[in-house]
Nanobody, 125 residues
Framework: QVQLVESGGGLVQPGNSLTLSCAAS????????MGWFRQVPGKEREFVAA????????QYADAVKGRFTISRDNAKNTVYLQMNNLKLEDTAVYYC??????????????????WGQGTQVTVSS
């Protein structure tokens, strides 16, 4: 059974940083694209960042570009999201996601087959 488990969320003040982790189990994703999405109540889940299997391709939503960094450690089957200079509007539940198709890169929500349970990030003064 494939599981993605996020950790690292919490409450932070604006301008501070957080690092989210997503540990996968049940299969290896070293040949698959992984990503992060986020969702606030009443809105659709939105793309945040994606990283290709080798890490050579990384893509970010405009709202987080320059502040967030996605990375992965294939030996640990884990993907990370380093979030710097957090803003009030970054408050959301953050979801880790992975694609089942090998060597296929996409930021489209529908391309991701596995999802974590989500971790809450709250930015508040």
């Amino acid at each position: 059974q494939v599981q993605l488990v996020e950790s690292g969320g919490g409450l932070v003040q604006p301008g501070n940083s957080l690092t989210l982790s997503c540990a996968a189990s049940g299969r290896t994703f070293s040949s698959a694209t992984m990503g992060w999405f986020r969702q606030v109540p009443g809105k659709e889940r939105e793309f945040v960042a994606a990283i290709s299997w080798s890490g050579s391709t990384r893509q970010y939503a405009d709202a987080v570009k320059g502040r967030f960094t996605i990375s992965r450690d294939n030996a640990k089957n884990t993907v990370y999201l380093q979030m710097n200079n957090l803003k009030l509007e970054d408050t959301a539940v953050y979801y880790c996601a992975a694609q089942s198709q090998l060597y296929y890169y996409s930021t489209n929500f529908n391309a991701y087959d596995y999802w974590g349970q989500g971790t809450q990030v709250t930015v508040s003064s």
